[in-house]
């Protein structure tokens, strides 16, 4: 086994698969591979062997042989553009679902990111109440765009991709807010994701391993 990936010792959601090395997992089981994981505690995601790794000290990162990657997405791309079965052959295909890859991070996660941030980190302001239903009005208003795009349709643009896997992964972030159950299709859309056996095990790893007994010592 060659690839490492590397994971929060404990993640903050505690093995519930919002963090993004489930979307990592997820893509090598897609495509059959086999992976190892390195455990980052949080105090040590600072440090200078996991800062050589991520220059801003996050989760997940890729290892293989002398390839190291940071960030989600570029791993994913990585991972589908090596293997078959995450991007399409066809080019132009192909070119649409990297579209979707971009589109899922950098036009549909930000506005569901600020939920988190005015829940969690601004919770405390007094300002913070009354930002929240305008937060949640920003996503509503992509909900409807992808809604509307995806129609009736099982996937974003013919068969899974790894478009959709990178889209799935942050419209689940929304689970407890409620709001993806206020667009039918996008919520039979993330359970079809949810469904595929990559997925399961993707899931079911990330939460072992998260709920594996603390090393002593």
């Known amino acids: 086994m060659s690839i490492i990936i590397s994971a929060f010792d404990r993640s903050p959601d505690g093995g519930r698969g919002l963090a993004r090395d489930t979307r990592v997992r997820w893509a090598l089981e897609e ?3 086999d992976y190892g994981v390195r455990p980052v505690a949080w105090q040590a995601m600072q440090e200078p062997a996991h800062l050589a790794r991520h220059p801003f000290g996050q989760i997940p990162t890729f290892e293989d042989g002398g390839l190291t990657l940071f960030e989600s997405g570029a791993i994913v791309f990585h991972i589908a553009d090596r293997h078959a079965s995450l991007l399409p052959e066809a080019p132009e295909a192909r070119a649409r679902a990297i579209s979707w890859m971009f589109a899922a991070l950098n036009t549909v996660e930000p506005p569901i990111l600020d939920i988190q941030t005015a829940m969690f980190q601004e919770g405390e302001q007094p300002w913070a109440k009354a930002r929240m ?3 949640h009005e920003r996503v509503r208003g992509r909900l409807r765009q992808l809604a509307a795009r995806l129609g009736d349709a099982d996937w ?3 068969a899974f991709s790894a478009g959709d896997l990178l889209m799935v992964s ?10 993806l159950d206020e667009f039918a299709n996008l919520a039979a859309y993330v359970a079809r994701g949810e469904a595929r056996p990559a997925y399961r095990r993707a899931f079911e790893a990330q939460r072992a391993f998260n709920t594996r007994p603390q090393s002593a010592g």
């Open 31 to 33: 495509v059959g591979v």
């Open 170 to 179: 942050v419209l689940l972030r929304l689970r407890s807010s409620g709001l």
């Open 133 to 135: 239903p305008l937060i």
């Open 156 to 158: 974003l643009d013919g």
